[in-house]
């Protein structure tokens, strides 16, 4: 599309010339008499360059850029000034004017200002949609990270979620195997239709069998009445098989069956039942391995790894670690109806350093318990829990000599000096520190500080 130019010129030669000289180069062009009625025209449509004289009857353009800069309507600014006037212009450009030309102003003067806004403009525009398509990616359905792991598995979940085909993730426990599934399903063509979920670990064979293909009624001990297995439950949608790897080798034959023919046998059942699921399977372990070791059929696995993902431990993408952090301190600000908390640097910079073994299910363990037992507005180092915060190793011989006393020192002190001169008073302490009885109490503890025998200890 043409770009649209609104001139604002009171004397109307001068105003022609200018719309010609535009026009004959493909914009278009509207004019307007004044600044109110140039604030009309704003108002009926949009513009994406404003071209002003500043001395006008009515409403000058001075008031009209001042006027612009309050509604926010996004267009850059020329304004036209005499050549005795160029204070008005350096004034008019601190006001947010883009750029001036003294009048009679060149034709091709004209043109190049206009021309450079607008390419600037369009640089612009590319930069915000660039920014915004940066920040979707750090959420991408459920799933939070920008590293370039998450990154790629995000590109993998987009191309997957418009069909159908099987899809195994891999991952150690708490790297989110079970979310990748959901996005995956939330963003494919099945997600109005169900969404089931099974561990297949920690279960008999039976009741794994049961749970899968469901049973009739009197097909063993404890069968008082119909069940669907969690294939009919799925029906339509997507069925998500969580620790698939511990599936026994005896009811791995009639999973792959049930996959080939799209059909299900339940327990004590006369004739099977068609179904129609996409499958997800997830697995702590690597699928490959447990064949090789004869746990997991070859035939089963190459029917299933068909799109194989594999989620990153959160170790190795330290970088997700913050934005992660903002989600849980939200999820958990309005779980516990309090103002969000601010992570201090060093307790960040030690939450980063962390290997997380549980991966993001401990990280968002850790968060919650962080909400819970820190009352004040900032998590600091001193609220880690230990294994996080490292220990602090005692200073050498040679670091003793002759130096500055350590933050800690300086705060045992402190918080001596005032239970002294509260009497071992905990609340009257707290107060002359500034801080709530609970941190004192952690406080003492950590620093192992007695209060004099005696002593008021409220």
């Avoid at 991952?171 to 297949?200: D, M, W, Y």
């Amino acid at each position: 599309m043409s770009a649209r130019v609104l001139l604002v010129e009171d004397e109307i030669n001068m105003a022609r010339t200018q719309a010609r000289i535009l026009q004959r180069r493909g914009y278009v062009v509207s004019t307007a008499g004044n600044g109110r009625e140039a604030l009309r025209q704003l108002d009926a449509s949009p513009f994406d360059i404003v071209i002003t004289d500043l001395k006008m009857p009515v409403m000058d353009g001075m008031q009209l850029l001042r006027r612009m800069n309050i509604e926010e309507w996004g267009c850059a600014v020329i304004v036209l000034t005499g050549h005795g006037t160029i204070e008005s212009a350096v004034e008019a450009m601190q006001c947010g004017a883009a750029d001036y030309l003294t009048k009679p102003c060149n034709p091709d003067a004209l043109l190049i200002k206009v021309e450079k806004l607008l390419e600037t403009r369009r640089l612009q525009q590319e930069v915000s949609q660039l920014r915004r398509e940066v920040w979707a990616y750090k959420k991408f359905g459920e799933l939070i990270g920008q590293s370039p792991a998450m990154q790629d598995i995000y590109a993998v979940i987009q191309a997957v979620s418009t069909n159908k085909s099987t899809v195994v993730i891999t991952g150690e426990s708490g790297t989110g195997k079970e979310l990748v599934a959901r996005t995956i399903h939330q963003k494919g063509p099945l997600a109005a239709q169900p969404f089931v979920a099974l561990n297949c670990g920690a279960m008999s064979e039976t009741l794994l069998d049961s749970q899968l293909f469901g049973h009739r009624r009197g097909a063993f001990t404890g069968a008082i009445a119909d069940h669907n297995g969690v294939f009919q439950a799925a029906h339509g949608g997507t069925l998500f098989l969580d620790e698939i790897a511990e599936i026994p080798l005896a009811l791995q034959v009639k999973f792959l069956r049930a996959i080939q023919e799209r059909e299900v046998s339940p327990l004590g059942a006369g004739k099977p039942v068609s179904v129609d699921v996409r499958i997800i399977a997830a697995s702590n372990r690597e699928l490959s391995q447990a064949v090789e070791d004869g746990a997991f059929r070859e035939d089963l696995f190459y029917r299933l790894n068909v799109i194989p993902i594999h989620l990153p431990p959160l170790r190795q993408r330290s970088e997700d670690i913050p934005l992660l952090i903002d989600h849980f301190i939200a999820v958990f600000s309005a779980a516990y109806k309090v103002e969000p908390k601010m992570i201090a640097p060093q307790a960040l910079a030690k939450l980063q350093a962390y290997a997380w073994p549980g991966n993001i299910r401990e990280l968002q363990n850790v968060i919650e318990r962080l909400f819970a037992l820190c009352p004040g507005p900032e998590i600091g180092l001193d609220d880690l829990p230990e294994p996080i915060a490292g220990s602090r190793a005692a200073p050498t011989p040679l670091e003793t000599e002759a130096r500055l006393p350590s933050l800690e020192e300086m705060e045992k002190s402190l918080i001596a000096a005032a239970l002294d001169k509260s009497r071992g008073n905990r609340n009257e302490a707290a107060r002359l520190l500034g801080i709530d009885r609970q941190r004192l109490y952690r406080k003492i503890e950590k620093y192992g500080i007695e209060i004099q025998r005696g002593a008021q200890a409220l």
